[in-house]
């Protein structure tokens, strides 16, 4: 029997085994817990999804695109192989062998870097814009590309990242060939003790302790973040959800940076039947796509020069950990063979100042850029 089989080994070994042979699966590990745990579909067909969030129960690994519009599937890996923390000499033989999947990196091809001068001038646009009415706000996004073969090293980024940062839902998944990473530190929609919660979060600054009073903010991250919150009571309301308990706006300190955030909780049983269509409403939030989100995502599509793919779109366990766990999925990025693809952005609003807002989406690349220093 082989070295590798002999005796239980770190779930970490199980990522890489995973990894090496191109299965479909995801690895992750939830705010403030140190469990790693792993998902794993036998069948290297997946089940693609017609809507963003499917009909309950459900038990599975959920992946959701910002937007359907440009060809990305929603995903749903199903638990065939599950691990947590170690791998039993059985489970490793099981991974091996899974057949490989065949799939190929699906998008666009590689995008190119967004240049500082084009960044800039579409935030200039999308005041002028605001000014004239048209929205209120645009999350605008851009790429920054990495090259260097990260794909030999992708257990390695993940452990990182897990260790670094502690408050974030870190993820590693591979679907068709297509591997992803992040710690996002941005709830979606999550269950918690029989209710489920969900978050404003907007506005970004460096985590300094001046920082953590609200009262130190100006009025465009203000602004910035009660446009989020006013969306997700407005969805609420919709779909008859009255009893929620909001709680905020207030600092929250997510590893290097600062962030304005409400926090909102209600019961499943408000929702009924119609949570799946709840969830699916609250997609995307102003925080990932903007205000008047219908034209904001007109801009988008014709502005932004990259498929966002799975960027701000949302992910986690269904059934499994708890009823959900889903995030937004930010702080993230694509890998490919020879560069990663990072994706960053930020909301445009009125006040906005372009080289401000320049500054944010480096500050905001750094949570993964540190980690790959780190690495090579």
Same mark, same amino acid.
């Given at each position: 029997?082989?070295?590798?089989?002999?005796?239980?080994?770190?779930?970490?070994?199980?990522?890489?085994?995973?990894?090496?042979?191109?299965?479909?699966?995801?690895?992750?590990?939830?705010?403030?817990?140190?469990?790693?745990?792993?998902?794993?579909?036998?069948?290297?067909?997946?089940?693609?999804?017609?809507?963003?969030?499917?009909?309950?129960?459900?038990?599975?690994?959920?992946?959701?695109?910002?937007?359907?519009?440009?060809?990305?599937?929603?995903?749903? %890996?199903?638990?065939?192989?599950?691990?947590?923390?170690?791998?039993?000499?059985?489970?490793?033989?099981?991974?091996?062998?899974?057949?490989?999947?065949?799939?190929?990196?699906?998008?666009?091809?590689?995008?190119?870097?967004?240049?500082?001068?084009?960044?800039?001038?579409?935030?200039? #646009?999308?005041?002028?814009?605001?000014?004239?009415? #048209?929205?209120?706000?645009?999350?605008? /996004?851009?790429?920054?590309?990495?090259?260097?073969?990260?794909?030999?090293?992708?257990?390695?980024?993940?452990?990182?990242?897990?260790?670094?940062?502690?408050?974030?839902?870190?993820?590693?998944?591979?679907?068709?060939?297509?591997?992803?990473?992040?710690?996002?530190?941005?709830?979606?929609?999550?269950?918690?003790?029989?209710?489920?919660?969900?978050?404003?979060?907007?506005?970004?600054?460096?985590?300094?302790?001046?920082?953590?009073?609200?009262?130190?903010?100006?009025?465009?991250?203000?602004?910035?973040?009660?446009?989020?919150?006013?969306?997700?009571?407005?969805?609420? %309301?919709?779909?008859?959800?009255?009893?929620?308990?909001?709680?905020?706006?207030?600092?929250?300190?997510?590893?290097?940076? $600062?962030?304005?955030?409400?926090?909102?909780?209600?019961?499943?049983? /408000?929702?009924? $039947?119609?949570?799946?269509?709840?969830?699916?409403?609250?997609?995307?939030?102003?925080?990932?796509?903007?205000?008047?989100?219908?034209?904001?995502?007109?801009?988008?599509?014709?502005?932004?020069?990259?498929?966002?793919?799975?960027?701000?779109?949302?992910?986690?366990?269904?059934?499994?950990?708890?009823?959900?766990?889903?995030?937004?999925?930010?702080?993230?990025?694509?890998?490919?063979?020879?560069?990663?693809?990072?994706?960053?952005?930020?909301?445009?609003?009125?006040?906005?100042?372009?080289?401000?807002?320049?500054? #944010?989406?480096?500050?905001?690349?750094?949570?993964?850029?540190?980690?790959?220093?780190?690495?090579?």
């Amino acid at each position: 029997m082989p070295e590798v089989l002999q005796h239980s080994r770190s779930v970490l070994d199980a990522v890489q085994a995973c990894l090496d042979r191109k299965l479909n699966f995801a690895a992750y590990r939830l705010p403030f817990r140190r469990d790693i745990k792993v998902v794993i579909q036998r069948d290297p067909v997946l089940q693609e999804l017609e809507n963003s969030f499917p009909d309950l129960p459900i038990r599975g690994f959920l992946i959701s695109p910002f937007s359907h519009d440009k060809g990305n599937p929603v995903y749903l %890996l199903k638990p065939d192989l599950f691990l947590q923390n170690t791998v039993s000499p059985g489970q490793m033989a099981d991974i091996m062998s899974l057949p490989e999947v065949a799939g190929r990196p699906t998008g666009t091809g590689i995008p190119a870097e967004t240049r500082k001068r084009d960044y800039l001038r579409q935030i200039e #646009e999308i005041i002028d814009r605001i000014r004239d009415a #048209e929205f209120e706000k645009v999350m605008l /996004s851009r790429i920054k590309l990495v090259r260097g073969h990260f794909s030999e090293q992708m257990s390695r980024i993940f452990s990182r990242l897990c260790t670094s940062y502690d408050h974030a839902f870190v993820y590693l998944f591979s679907v068709n060939g297509n591997c992803w990473t992040g710690a996002t530190p941005e709830p979606f929609i999550c269950s918690d003790n029989g209710d489920l919660y969900t978050v404003s979060l907007a506005g970004t600054r460096p985590f300094k302790p001046e920082n953590m009073d609200i009262g130190s903010w100006n009025r465009k991250e203000l602004q910035e973040q009660e446009y989020v919150t006013r969306h997700i009571e407005m969805v609420l %309301l919709d779909f008859s959800v009255r009893d929620y308990k909001k709680t905020g706006p207030y600092a929250a300190r997510a590893g290097n940076l $600062s962030h304005l955030r409400t926090d909102f909780a209600f019961s499943p049983v /408000s929702a009924g $039947s119609f949570l799946p269509s709840l969830i699916n409403a609250l997609h995307p939030t102003p925080a990932v796509c903007g205000m008047a989100s219908g034209k904001a995502m007109d801009y988008i599509r014709h502005t932004e020069k990259h498929n966002r793919e799975y960027y701000t779109g949302y992910l986690g366990p269904l059934g499994i950990d708890s009823l959900m766990q889903l995030y937004v999925n930010l702080r993230c990025m694509k890998v490919l063979d020879d560069r990663c693809i990072l994706y960053v952005g930020g909301g445009i609003t009125q006040d906005s100042n372009p080289e401000e807002e320049w500054k #944010e989406t480096e500050i905001k690349a750094d949570t993964l850029l540190s980690v790959l220093e780190q690495i090579t």
